[in-house]
């Protein structure tokens, strides 16, 4: 079975920084997504890790560490436009879902 | 550009009608899923198909089933609806994995009220 924890809720600032982490537990493992979602939208692909360390993508970087079934999405210069639910996966032959985590960004 | 389309994106129906929700890609994808998302809940895999005439069940098959006669269509279909299937259904496709096209692409949804 599949086990992805990510926080429910997060809110900062516009132009700060936020790190949204999230941890899994899974049976098989052929890499990690980040996917954004804004309300009544479908989600978007923000990155894919699946070898350790940092991939970094304009204001997103998303880092993995798979010994320690971990993972974050780091988001910079935070803008109004962020403000969305950020949705964990973790693929083995298929693609397993956290609960996902609304981001806030207030001005 | 890729594309993934859902036949209705509002849909409101009553208990025990039977159901159709319609899914079509244009990217001559091999696999497709469908998802129903709930708050708190997030994406659960309710079917998907490795390729034409195929399905396999995923984590909430029950009371869902599927066809798959062509490859850029995949259906869901409700037996009989009840009103715990109202949520929101997401299809998506993907290249099978091997490659780093592994990204799956979601439909916009379709919002599905039972009454």
């Known amino acids: 079975g599949q086990n992805i924890d990510q926080p429910t809720e997060m809110t900062a600032t516009e132009g700060a920084i936020v790190q949204i982490n999230c941890t899994y537990q899974t049976s098989g493992f052929n890499g990690l997504f980040w996917y954004q979602q804004h309300a009544g939208e479908a989600p978007t692909f923000l990155s894919y890790n699946v070898l350790d360390g940092l991939e970094e993508k304009g204001r997103f970087s998303s880092f993995l560490s798979r010994s320690k079934g971990y993972s974050y999405l780091l988001l910079k210069e935070l803008q109004m436009k962020d403000s969305a639910s950020y949705l964990c996966a973790v693929m083995d032959y298929k693609l397993s879902f956290g609960a996902g985590t609304t981001v806030t960004v207030r001005a | ?115």
């Open chain 2, 1 to 115: 550009d890729v594309k993934v389309t859902q036949s209705s994106r509002y849909l409101v129906k009553r208990t025990g009608e039977k159901v159709f929700l319609e899914c079509v890609q244009d990217m001559d994808h091999e696999n497709m899923f469908w998802y129903r998302q709930d708050p708190g809940l997030g994406l659960r895999l309710i079917y998907f198909s490795y390729d034409v005439k195929m399905k396999e069940k995923g984590d909430i098959p029950e009371g869902y089933s599927v066809s798959r006669e062509k490859k850029e269509r995949f259906s869901l279909i409700l037996e009989s609806a009840s009103t715990n299937q109202t949520s929101m259904y997401l299809c998506a496709s993907r290249i099978p994995s091997g490659r780093r096209a592994d990204t799956q692409y979601f439909g916009p949804g379709t919002r599905l009220t039972v009454l």
